[in-house]
Every structure is written in structure tokens, then in C-alpha cells.
């Protein structure tokens, strides 16, 4: 199954707000038949730019980073399901790339 | 008009051996062609350093590196003539920031202010 990445910023709430976001996410993921790699908390910070979402003009946000393996069938029903929730500012999928260490080195090769 | 310059061109290159004939008389003038040989070869040397980000992973997360190649007064993204990265790493960090600007990971007309002290890597003078 190809990999992906959840690029969540959620609403400023307090922790266990936060938190039931969070587990209602994943949850859903789960449901619809992804495996859960890896769970990051960004922190809660000062957005670049004021975002308007669910009628409402958000400043400050928590930064999540879900990592996970699923079908690509289901992505678009997930984003589906993440944009009408109302605790999300901004979902994101993003394809995460297998990075091999191979030859990094960009001067000319010989 | 131009086929009279194109003669001239001609006799400029057709004279040149002649000079060269003169110089091969002495052999205190055949030395400094060593020289220039050996000058090539530490040419060659010298490119193989690599831009400043040849080991460094770019990734859209990593707002405080992605952050030193952008303006601090209007946030836009340095070129490659200032950066001076190579085509692979510059087109990558491009790629990286219009990235971030768009997940709502980094801002788009500024630079965050913690980030305004990190040290200069861009070749450019600000008035400051």
C-alpha cells in the first residue's frame, strides 16, 4: 500500500478538545481501512496567515502529522469527511516519497 | 560592408601562427605552458565542492531552513544567482516553500520574526 501523510492543523481548543479531534480523526482513518504509521504533535502556534474556515477567522493553531498506509480509493472520501469538520482549519494529504540514501552528493558526478 | 570585416577577421587569425613561430625560437617561453596544464587540472578540482545543501535533505517542515532563502521584507524566494545553489537543491527548496506556503505552514509575505536573526547564507546587502 503506497504511503501518506496527514498534514492537520486543527482549531486553538483546549487539550482534551484537542485531544477528541484527534482520536475522531484517527478513528476515521482506521475505519475506512488505514494503518497508522506515526502520530506527531507540531505544537499549538501562530498560523502565517489568518485563516477563514466554518464561518470563523482562526489566528493561532495546533500542527498535527499523521503518517499512514491506505488504499488511494478512500483519500477522497477522507477529504471529504475532514473538510465538513468543523475542529479541522486545514487538511492536507500529501504522497510520501521513499527516500533511499543513495549518492546525495549534487556536484558533478564521476 | 560585412564581407570586407570577415577579411579582416580572416588575416587577424591567418597572422596569429606567424607570432607564435617567433616565440618557439626560445625555450624560456615554452615553460609557462606547463604552468597553464597544471592550472586546468586544479580547475576541475575546485567544482567538484557542491552547493551548501548537497547532503541536506529539503523537507516542507523545516520552515527555518527554507525560511533563510526567502526576502525577509517581502517573503519572496531568492534566485539562483543569489542563493547560489545548484539547479537540483534550488529547484527543490523552491518546490519546498511554495509547499509550506500552501499547507499554512509558513507565511507567504513575510518571514516568521524568530527566524529574522539566523545567519546570512544569501549573498545579498540589505539596507538595514
Same mark, same amino acid.
Not at chain 2, 2 to 23: D, E, M, W
Given at each position: 500500500?503506497?504511503?501518506?501523510?496527514?498534514?492537520?492543523?486543527?482549531?486553538?481548543?483546549?487539550?482534551?478538545?484537542?485531544?477528541?479531534?484527534?482520536?475522531?480523526?484517527?478513528?476515521?482513518?482506521?475505519?475506512?481501512?488505514?494503518?497508522?504509521?506515526?502520530?506527531?504533535?507540531?505544537?499549538?502556534?501562530?498560523?502565517?496567515?489568518?485563516?477563514?474556515?466554518?464561518?470563523?477567522?482562526?489566528?493561532?493553531?495546533?500542527?498535527?502529522?499523521?503518517?499512514?498506509?491506505?488504499?488511494?480509493?478512500?483519500?477522497?472520501?477522507?477529504?471529504?469527511?475532514?473538510?465538513?469538520?468543523?475542529?479541522?482549519?486545514?487538511?492536507?494529504?500529501?504522497?510520501?516519497?521513499?527516500?533511499?540514501?543513495?549518492?546525495?552528493?549534487?556536484?558533478?558526478?564521476? | 560592408?560585412?564581407?570586407?570585416?570577415?577579411?579582416?577577421? #580572416?588575416?587577424?587569425?591567418?597572422?596569429?601562427?606567424?607570432?607564435?613561430?617567433?616565440?618557439?625560437?626560445?625555450?624560456?617561453? @615554452? #615553460?609557462?605552458?606547463?604552468?597553464?596544464? #597544471?592550472?586546468?587540472?586544479?580547475?576541475?578540482?575546485?567544482?567538484?565542492?557542491?552547493?551548501?545543501?548537497?547532503?541536506?535533505? @529539503?523537507?516542507?517542515?523545516?520552515?527555518?531552513? #527554507?525560511?533563510?532563502? @526567502?526576502?525577509?521584507?517581502?517573503?519572496?524566494?531568492?534566485?539562483?544567482?543569489?542563493?547560489?545553489?545548484?539547479?537540483?537543491?534550488?529547484?527543490?527548496?523552491?518546490?519546498?516553500?511554495?509547499?509550506?506556503?500552501?499547507?499554512?505552514?509558513?507565511?507567504?509575505?513575510? &518571514?516568521?520574526?524568530?527566524?529574522?536573526?539566523?545567519?546570512?547564507?544569501?549573498?545579498? &546587502?540589505?539596507?538595514?
Amino acid at each position: 500500500m503506497p504511503r501518506y501523510e496527514l498534514a492537520l492543523i486543527l482549531k486553538a481548543m483546549q487539550r482534551p478538545e484537542t485531544a477528541a479531534a484527534v482520536r475522531r480523526t484517527v478513528e476515521t482513518l482506521m475505519e475506512r481501512g488505514a494503518v497508522v504509521r506515526n502520530l506527531e504533535n507540531m505544537g499549538e502556534r501562530l498560523l502565517p496567515y489568518k485563516i477563514t474556515k466554518h464561518n470563523e477567522r482562526h489566528s493561532r493553531g495546533t500542527y498535527f502529522l499523521v503518517d499512514f498506509y491506505c488504499a488511494p480509493s478512500i483519500l477522497d472520501g477522507l477529504l471529504n469527511h475532514l473538510h465538513r469538520d468543523v475542529d479541522v482549519v486545514r487538511p492536507t494529504v500529501l504522497k510520501k516519497e521513499e527516500q533511499e540514501p543513495k549518492s546525495s552528493g549534487c556536484g558533478p558526478s564521476q | 560592408m560585412l564581407c570586407v570585416r570577415g577579411l579582416q577577421r #580572416l588575416k587577424a587569425i591567418f597572422y596569429l601562427p606567424r607570432n607564435t613561430s617567433h616565440r618557439s625560437l626560445t625555450s624560456a617561453e @615554452v #615553460l609557462p605552458k606547463d604552468d597553464a596544464l #597544471l592550472k586546468v587540472e586544479n580547475l576541475s578540482r575546485e567544482s567538484k565542492k557542491g552547493c551548501m545543501l548537497c547532503n541536506v535533505t @529539503v523537507d516542507f517542515k523545516n520552515i527555518q531552513l #527554507l525560511s533563510q532563502f @526567502v526576502s525577509p521584507h517581502t517573503g519572496r524566494i531568492y534566485g539562483r544567482h543569489i542563493t547560489g545553489l545548484c539547479g537540483k537543491k534550488q529547484k527543490e527548496i523552491s518546490k519546498a516553500i511554495k509547499k509550506a506556503h500552501s499547507l499554512g505552514f509558513m507565511p507567504v509575505t513575510h &518571514k516568521y520574526p524568530e527566524f529574522m536573526k539566523d545567519p546570512r547564507i544569501c549573498s545579498i &546587502k540589505h539596507l538595514d
